[in-house]
């Protein structure tokens, strides 16, 4: 109920203040909220097998949200940002939709 309420009051917060996204930080906002995603799918996944941890779920939400930002200051960097933040949206976005299978096939037994 927590993390729902928290939720919640963040969409709230976010469309009364309308906050501005700096320049530097918006090519990576996008990457990091798919990052943030696979994370929050692959938690819910975990729960509904049994095998949720508080610990992993952290880790694993850092570390997707840091990898796939350094993934685009590195293509930036190179001058192929483009081309890499297109193969995290890829390998995040197939993680994503097989963590919702997962998820769809245990609710619904399907």
Same mark, same amino acid.
């Given at each position: 109920?927590?993390? /729902? @309420?928290?939720?919640?009051?963040?969409?709230? *917060?976010? $469309?009364?203040? !309308?906050?501005?996204?700096?320049?530097?930080? !918006?090519?990576?906002?996008?990457?990091?909220?798919?990052? /943030? *995603?696979?994370?929050?799918?692959?938690?819910?996944?975990?729960?509904?097998?049994?095998?949720?941890?508080?610990?992993?779920?952290?880790?694993?939400? *850092?570390?997707?949200?840091?990898?796939? /930002?350094?993934?685009?200051?590195?293509?930036?960097? @190179?001058?192929?940002?483009? !081309? $890499?933040?297109?193969?995290?949206?890829?390998? *995040?976005?197939?993680?994503?939709?097989?963590?919702?299978?997962?998820?769809?096939?245990? @609710?619904?037994?399907?």
């Amino acid at each position: 109920m927590i993390p /729902a @309420l928290g939720l919640v009051v963040g969409i709230v *917060l976010g $469309l009364v203040l !309308q906050p501005d996204v700096p320049i530097w930080l !918006q090519p990576y906002l996008p990457i990091a909220v798919i990052a /943030a *995603l696979d994370a929050v799918f692959g938690a819910v996944r975990a729960t509904l097998d049994g095998i949720f941890d508080d610990k992993v779920f952290v880790v694993s939400f *850092l570390s997707n949200v840091v990898v796939a /930002a350094f993934i685009v200051f590195l293509g930036d960097q @190179l001058g192929v940002g483009s !081309q $890499l933040s297109t193969g995290v949206v890829v390998v *995040l976005g197939v993680r994503i939709f097989s963590n919702v299978a997962s998820i769809r096939r245990h @609710l619904f037994k399907a």
